[in-house]
Structures are given as C-alpha cells and as structure tokens.
C-alpha cells in the first residue's frame, strides 16, 4: 500500500509539474488574417497628457502626469513628472526602434526599472512587433495576433471580428508576464490605459487629461 | 516618491525586462530623503530672518520637498541687483511680522523646454501661522496636499497618505526649518547662495543651493516679490535640463480668516 500511495504521489507530482509547465497559449488554433492589421490599434500619442497612477509592491503608490508628445522627428518624448512639477523622468523612444535616457531621478536610475518601463510603453505602443515573424491564432472568443520576442512573444488580443483590442499581453513561452490594456479611443489616442505585471505588483494606470 | 520602491537592494530580480521587488514598508509619495534641506536660507545678500519668509519658505520646501527645480540665470533681464539690502530686509521684516495668513490663487507652468510644452495646472492656496499650508489643484486634476504643524496629508483622487513628521525624518526636518523660519534662526546657515534683485514693480531674491544634495535637483530658485506689499508674485524653478517650474500667486488675501477646518488633517 505505502508503495502504491509513493507512486501515485510521484504521478500526481509530474503530472502537476507537467501541467505547470504547460502553456496557457497551446489550445490556440491558427487563424486568418494579417498581423499588419493590429497597428490600427497603435496609439497616436501626438500631444497628450495623463493623469498616472503607479502601485508598487506593499502598497506604495506614486502619481503625477505624463506627458507623452511625438516631435517633428517622429521620436516620441514621455516625461512622467509629480502634480507639483518634480520630474520623475523623460525618456525618448526614437523612431528608429531607439531609446534614450533624458532625465531619471537617481531613485529609479536602476537598468531593470528601466529595461521595465522601456518595455511596458513599447508594448502598448507597439513598437518592435515585426510582422515578419508575426502570426495569427484564434480561441473560442478572441483572435490574437502574436509577435514572437526574444523571449516570449506579446499577444494582441482582439475580439473575433478585430475590431475591438481586448487586452496586450507580454508572455514567456507559457504565461503572460505583463497584461495592458487600452480603452476608450478617440482620435486614436485611448483615454485609458493600464499596465500591470503578473510576477510582482507594478502597475501602472493613465487616464487622459483634458487640456 | 519612490525611494524604496526603486533602490537596487530591493531589485531582486529580472525577469523577461521585468523587475522583481521585495515587499516593503514606509514609502511615501512625494518624499526623497535625498531632498531633505538641512538647514535653510542664504548667508549673503539676503533677507533677514523673518517671519514672512514663511510663506514662501514654506513653499520652497514643498517644492523642493516634492521635487521641483531652479536654475540661476546669469541675468535678469530688467532688473539690477540690489547692493544695500538694509531697506529691503527691513521693510520685509515689518510686513513680514504683520502677516498671519495668506489666501491666493495659484497658476502652475511645468516647461519642457526641449519639448516646447507647457503644462498648466491651477488650485488654491492658503497659509497660516506658524506652519500651516493647504494646496489644493483643482485643474486639470484633484489633487490636495495639507501640512499642519507635524502631520502631512495627501489626497490624491480616492486615495488618501498621511505621514506624521515625527516619525518622518524628511517632515522632521522641515518642520525644524519651518519653526526655525519663524524664529528667525534658519537663515544664518550656507544652504542657499543668494541675490537680491529689482526693477520698478517688484524684487527678485535668486536663491542657489550650494548643497550638492540639493544642486543635483535644481539650479535655482527665483522668488518675486511685490515691492506694493512684499507679497510674493511668483517662485520658480529651474532645473539644470533647462526645465522649469513656476507658481503664480494671484488674488491674494493678507491676514483673510482662515478656518482651522482647512487645514485638519483626520
């Protein structure tokens, strides 16, 4: 009996660890279309400012605005400064796929933070998504159009019809690591847009100003 | 703001350009222990010691506090530098002693310089003796910052900090400075390198951190001052990018009645 109870928990543990392993992608089926298509939903980030929210970990909380504006260069500037004038950083994203560093105050003068926030706004400015390498999947629900990465690949995900951009995730090969989310489009800019990582809380919220 | 959040010690790991944190305890918004002034104001060529200084100390230290630089510009276009300041400290000091509280309006302008942009925010602003303030943006966000003796609130749309300054080394100090203002002890030390200026309307007092801590944030801090009533019109501040900060006072109100409700912290 105890060998046949060591076995079944042997089982049941690498059937576990398999089921761990899996991904939460492989039921998705191939699916029709053109990833081209998911730029429509690339925000045009000309001159708008928002009202953010970041979360971090035990309940820290940081708010300011953002300011995000494309210069004649069609680099994009983003600088995240407080509600009274202190500025937290200004990052360029040049329209060659490049990146610079204006200003960060020391606190968050870190590689990983950021490596991570470099990554977070490309993500839902998508940039870096080569279509060459992008396909398409579909479930039940959703179509996603997905753009393989160094490691993981991001998923836009829209409804069936594409015309409606459900969510953004930023994945290993078996989950998603980032999810995003952008709403309420005007002008091709959304009002709303969120960002949160899975591993750990970082999130970050934007909601659009009017000026 | 975000000092624990973002020190390396806390960075554990990187995942997939993520970062990984620790969870931790007392992190503020708004409060860099990098920026906690030491002391205070100028040794040279600067008001004395005074009890109005407050008002705008008070200010300088929340903005230093919350960030906010300055840049020294070389010149002032228009005006010229004051070489006797005996009547200036003086006339200061009277006014100075005579106010009790100041209500205002207030215009932000953050500058990006290299983005040509503007940001324009706008509230109401209300001070009291001895270490009252309330700032209140109403445009184009809700935004409500209280400082009342040792306790510091913050409202930021539905969430809500309060940090005491007795547990706060940062609010300790500047509590020490606000205190040490009125008591007209603050200004003896070498924080600040500053210049008195005017032309036909008002004063200009230049203020330089000589404190690298400080200098690392911002250049200069310039203050105008009405010459009709010493009130302050304006206090910027410049960062070395070039950016710049700048606080219109408008609609002032010396010594109006201010309810202790406004500035209760629950």
Known sequence: MPIFRTRFLLLSSCLLVLAGCSSVYKNLKPAEGNVREIKKFAPDFTNVLYKTEVDVVGGHHLSGLLLIKTLPDKSVRMVFSNEMGFKFFDFEFKPDGGFKVYYIIKQMDKRPVIVTLQKDFELVMMRKQNPETGYMRQDNSFLYYVFPQEKGANYYITNQAGTELIRIERSSDRKPVVQAIMHNFHDGIPDTIGISHKNFKFNIGLKRLKR | ?266
């Open chain 2, 1 to 266: 703001m975000c000092r624990l959040i973002f020190i390396e010690e806390n960075i554990k790991d990187v995942e997939f350009g993520a970062v990984r944190f620790p969870p931790l305890g007392g992190c503020r918004e708004g409060f860099d222990p990098r920026l906690t002034p030491t002391s205070s104001f100028p040794k040279e060529g600067i008001a004395r010691p005074v009890a109005h200084l407050t008002f705008y100390k008070l200010l300088l230290f929340f903005c230093i506090v919350f960030g906010s630089a300055i840049t020294a510009q070389a010149q002032h276009a228009g005006y010229t530098q004051l070489s006797d300041l005996t009547k200036f400290k003086q006339q200061f000091a009277e006014v100075a002693a005579k106010t009790n509280s100041i209500k205002s309006d207030f215009t932000q302008e953050k500058n990006l310089s290299m983005l040509s942009e503007k940001i324009t925010s706008k509230g109401k602003f209300w001070y009291r003796k001895p270490n009252m303030l309330r700032m209140e943006y109403t445009q184009p966000f809700n935004y409500l910052m209280i400082l009342n003796k040792d306790n510091v609130y913050i409202r930021d749309g539905q969430k809500e900090n309060k940090v005491s300054t007795r547990s706060n080394k940062v609010f300790k100090q500047i509590n020490k400075i606000v205190v040490d203002c009125i008591q007209g002890t603050a200004l003896n030390s070498g924080d600040f390198k500053s210049a008195v200026y005017e032309n036909k309307g008002t004063y200009l007092v230049s203020l330089s951190p000589v404190n690298k801590q400080l200098s690392d944030f911002f250049k200069t801090i310039e203050i105008t001052v009405d010459k009709k009533d010493y009130s302050v019109n304006t206090i910027e501040m410049l960062e070395s990018s070039g950016d710049s900060t700048i606080l219109h006072f408008t609609n002032k109100e010396i010594n109006a009645n201010i309810p202790d409700a406004l500035f209760a912290i629950k």
